[in-house]
């Protein structure tokens, strides 16, 4: 099983809106990640978390805060955010960092 | 920094034909990967690459690991027209980094 889900599929948010996107994997793989997509573009690392420590913040504005509750889950908490930031924002996880990594489905957010 | 220089940046092709693309880079890489997108989905991965030279196939898929480690091809045979999609090369460097250098992709069109 090389399953990484994600929910919600589709979000639709206004700048002063708070939600989450959340991402769960069971293969027992120690590292996950959070990509940022726009259209026509590959994807763009965000954060890493490794063994639920987070491994590499790529400069990401305060406004995406990841967590990590264990090492199933992985939860990316949106606050304020701009119109720019509409994208697909893609899950990954790997057996351990510098892995082959498996990536979810994705959620479409689009920030109003 | 690293980059994958990925080609063609499009294709065009009949249903039936046989597709190649390649990703060259200046730079060693440990592992190599190969993605397909679908439009809204996520990257599903097709074929990973781990040993120098390696050869791999996975169904009309072929890919192979060049020799020198800074490049890889994916061919398609006998296309079909769910073969549409864009193709990502990924790399992983030496060292393990947790960080996913990708290509720019290939879009590929198959007409019926």
């Known amino acids: 099983d090389t399953e990484v889900t994600q929910t919600p599929k589709h979000l639709v948010m206004g700048m002063t809106n708070k939600k989450s996107l959340k991402c769960e994997q069971h293969?027992?793989?120690?590292?996950m990640y959070w990509y940022k997509q726009k259209a026509k573009k590959p994807p763009e690392l965000m954060f890493v978390y490794s063994y639920e420590k987070l491994s590499i913040n790529e400069s990401v504005p305060s406004r995406f805060s990841p967590e990590c509750p264990n090492s199933s889950l992985l939860n990316l908490h949106l606050h304020a955010l701009q119109p720019e930031d509409s994208a697909l924002y893609l899950c990954a996880s790997s057996l351990a960092g510098g892995e082959t990594q498996y990536f979810g489905p994705g959620t479409r957010l689009l920030v109003l | 920094g690293q980059q994958l220089n990925q080609s063609p940046q499009s294709m065009f092709i009949q249903e039936g034909e046989d597709v190649s693309m390649n990703c060259t880079s200046s730079s060693i890489f440990n592992t190599w990967l190969w993605y397909k997108q679908d439009p809204g989905e996520g990257p599903v991965l097709l074929i990973a690459l781990y040993k120098a030279g390696e050869l791999t196939s996975n169904g009309r898929l072929t890919a192979q690991f060049g020799i020198t480690r800074k490049d890889s091809f994916l061919n398609i045979s006998a296309s079909i027209p769910s073969d549409v999609g864009i193709y990502f090369c990924?790399?992983?460097?030496?060292?393990?980094?947790?960080?996913?250098?990708f290509g720019k992709g290939t879009k590929l069109t198959v007409n019926p």
């Open positions: 293969m027992g793989h120690r590292a």
């Open positions: 990924a790399g992983i460097t030496q060292g393990g980094s947790e960080k996913l250098v």
